[in-house]
């Protein structure tokens, strides 16, 4: 066991099993404390490496992240601190793996309920390397102005209201955290306040006694006095009784054992800690505190006459002149996390990202307001739900159908178009489902599949406009623009498209205005006037019938249906139904296990 001072404003730490909170606190508390460095070096996450961002006063500060113990402490030689946040399952033998690194000299062991055969095993270990274990079952321990572990003290006001950002001139041990964080204050009411304390835990083996640190404290010169709260259970305050009848502590000690209450119970009362519960006489509170007083303690005869017992040491002290006055220092503020400033109304930030067509805040995401339960319950479809998200509304179901109908006709087009082919070849390559996809759709624009908003745009402007199907054609000519939505490289006018044939059908049936596909037809007529093969095509079906979709509906504004052409919603719908047949290929090259393609160089013409 360590016979001196285990922390300083040096000390650096690993933290064992990432939590953000007592990270924080233990940065933020460094920074109260003006340490130049942070006292956390790294953190072990078992499996996971990396950088986990945390502020350090105003600036923020990457902590690097390892994946195992024996990784950290090579990368952090000076780190001599191992905070282990591990459950109780896994506490063991993460602790006994950091005490085997020579770098490790001190170990806090937050978790209850560790075996205790694994515990003493912990304990036997340190003893015999001359390291230090503090819990199981702890939080922690402290040494003000310098160092602190996890969540030692508590919050920020706590660590400022106890004076614990500059040190004081009082060695404290306990065996309960929570009580510690009472005691800290009632020590700065009443005195210069905490050089250092520990919270050796309450479990029944804890890996550090009461007076392994009282002996400590003994050797330190800043600590001119001790306090130590134990509790019913156990026989560890006789050690520190021996110590003291011994000889081996020549600076005053107060203390007091907790669980006097516990005769008043008929029967044996097991207290909060594994190890608070009386054993029988010698265990109990009473026992105890006649104990430490005979051996020379100073014990009051309540715990409310406690504060009392300790100011009247701290003062008689200071009378002796054995107590230097500790100047007062204002520590600087901690700057406010924007999170919680907000919650308190103190700040005002802006938003960096706006949504209007979805909300997952609430019990359920919503489409547009519309519940996700209510879409199930109401046999929504695809295009119900494309009518939610894209045109914030919802649509008669005669266009939602519409959508779908859009959708199944474009899924796929064979192999040979140029997305199909490109979504093959990278499959083939061994790419995954996404990057396949990826290359496929990226051929789409206004010569594979990309001309429904050009279609619809030409199509609305020229209508609008009121030009003839023959000044239209000519004047797209006059500028060298082909007609979007109008030739096909297989169909002619004797052999129709059978998609555009169908949505015409379902239009002429559903729609109440088909103004912009009539029109589209009377293009098609004159063009095919020129050529056979000018016929129109899926694009520009979807893109006139689409005009005629939001125009008729009475849902769109003249500026709605402008921008929904603008934006590109249209060829939208054919990214979207193209998504289906590129996947579709993926799997089947896939399940196919087709080779690496190579074009055949006969299909290629050489030539300089």
Request: hydrophobic share 40%; proline share 5%.
């Amino acid at each position: 066991m360590a016979t001196g001072q285990l922390f300083s404003r040096n000390t650096q730490a690993l933290f064992y099993n990432y939590k953000q909170l007592p990270i924080q606190r233990m940065l933020d508390f460094d920074f109260l404390c003006g340490r130049e460095t942070p006292s956390v070096a790294g953190i072990i996450n078992p499996g996971a490496e990396g950088f986990q961002k945390l502020f350090f006063g105003q600036e923020e500060i990457a902590i690097p992240v390892h994946s195992s113990i024996e990784a950290a402490c090579s990368a952090h030689p000076t780190a001599d601190v191992f905070i282990n946040f591990a459950s109780f399952r896994s506490a063991a033998a993460s602790s006994m793996s950091a005490l085997k690194q020579p770098t490790i000299r001190v170990i806090a062991i937050i978790a209850e309920g560790v075996p205790e055969s694994d515990t003493k095993q912990l304990i036997a270990y340190a003893r015999a390397n001359n390291k230090v274990v503090i819990g199981p079952a702890t939080v922690g321990g402290i040494q003000a102005g310098a160092f602190k572990i996890g969540d030692t003290a508590g919050t920020i006001d706590n660590i400022i209201q106890c004076k614990l950002y500059r040190p004081g001139c009082v060695g404290f041990v306990s065996k309960s955290g929570g009580m510690s964080n009472e005691l800290y204050n009632t020590i700065a009411r009443v005195t210069d306040g905490i050089y250092e304390g520990i919270a050796i835990g309450g479990d029944v083996f804890p890996g550090s006694t009461l007076s392994d640190h009282i002996l400590r404290f003994n050797n330190i010169p800043q600590v001119k006095m001790m306090v130590v709260l134990g509790e019913l259970g156990g026989r560890d305050e006789y050690s520190l009784v021996e110590a003291l009848k011994q000889g081996k502590v020549q600076k005053p000690v107060v203390a007091w054992v907790s669980g006097t209450c516990a005769r008043l119970f008929k029967s044996e009362v097991q207290f909060g800690h594994a190890g608070a519960k009386s054993g029988g006489e010698l265990e109990s509170a009473q026992a105890k505190n006649q104990a430490l007083r005979e051996a020379g303690a100073v014990v009051p005869t309540s715990y409310e006459a406690f504060e009392g017992a300790i100011k009247e040491t701290f003062e008689k002290l200071a009378e002796e002149g054995k107590i230097t006055p500790v100047p007062e220092v204002t520590p600087p503020p901690i700057p406010e996390d924007l999170n919680s400033a907000i919650k308190s109304g103190k700040v005002r930030a802006p938003t960096h990202i706006i949504s209007t067509i979805s909300d997952d805040r609430g019990e359920e995401p919503c489409y547009a307001g519309v519940p996700m339960s209510t879409i199930v319950e109401k046999g929504f479809g695809v295009g119900d739900v494309i009518s939610l998200l894209w045109f914030k509304r919802s649509l008669p179901r005669y266009c939602t159908q519409f959508i779908e109908i859009c959708i199944m006709l474009c899924a796929d087009h064979g192999p040979c178009v140029s997305g199909a082919h490109n979504t093959i070849v990278t499959a083939r390559a061994g790419k995954d489902l996404v990057s396949s996809l990826v290359s496929g759709l990226l051929t789409i624009g206004p010569r594979f599949g990309g001309a429904i908003d050009d279609a619809a745009r030409y199509f609305k402007d020229a209508y609008d406009r009121g030009l003839s199907p023959y000044e239209f054609v000519e004047s797209m000519k006059k500028k060298g623009i082909r007609v979007p939505g109008i030739g096909h490289r297989i169909k002619r006018g004797d052999n129709r498209d059978k998609r555009v044939e169908l949505l015409q059908q379902y239009a002429h049936t559903h729609f109440p205005s088909v103004k912009y596909m009539e029109y589209a037809v009377q293009v098609e007529t004159y063009t095919l006037s020129k050529a056979n093969n000018l016929v129109l095509n899926v694009d520009g079906a979807i893109g006139s019938l689409f005009l005629d979709l939001l125009a008729g509906s009475g849902m769109f504004s003249k500026q709605e249906i402008d921008e929904i052409v603008e934006i590109g919603y249209l060829n939208g719908l054919f990214v979207l139904a193209r998504s289906i047949g590129l996947i579709g290929h993926t799997f089947d090259q896939k399940r196919l296990k087709q080779p690496l393609y190579r074009h055949p160089w006969e299909d290629v013409l050489y030539t300089k």
